[in-house]
């Protein structure tokens, strides 16, 4: 599956960004989707994932409230929409995909996207 992430940019702090991120194969061929991020000079973590079917859908404390993932199955597109955005969500946002429910399960995300960064000023 390949993975096409875009939509990222620089906003001020409480501003609002939905990056988007396309996937080149059906989806019925993936099981979950997933955002993760990483600033610099940190370690990539997770800030959201949901099923295709969206019974599950997963957020990180940091950004409960604040983000939310949708998805276009007929587009195999997933949208991240950013609300309240701190400075401290400044990072590259990565896209990815899980294939089956035993690698979404286990948090293995086997296709990546290339990322789109996201700055947010104070």
């Known amino acids: 599956v390949q993975l096409q992430a875009s939509g990222g940019g620089l906003v001020q702090a409480g501003g609002s960004l939905r990056p988007s991120c396309a996937a080149s194969e059906r989806t019925f061929n993936t099981y979950a989707m997933g955002w993760f991020r990483q600033a610099p000079g940190k370690e990539r973590e997770i800030v959201t994932s949901?099923?295709?079917?969206?019974?599950?859908?997963f957020y990180a404390d940091s950004v409960k409230g604040r983000f939310t993932i949708s998805r276009d199955s007929p587009k195999n597109t997933v949208y991240l929409q950013m609300n309240s955005l701190k400075p401290e969500d400044t990072a590259v946002y990565y896209c990815?995909?899980?294939?089956?429910?035993?690698?979404?399960?286990?948090?293995?995300?086997?296709?990546w996207g290339q990322g789109t960064q996201v700055t947010v000023s104070s």
């Open positions: 990815a995909a899980a294939k089956s429910v035993g690698d979404f399960q286990t948090m293995r995300f086997t296709s």
């Open positions: 949901t099923t295709w079917s969206g019974s599950i859908t």
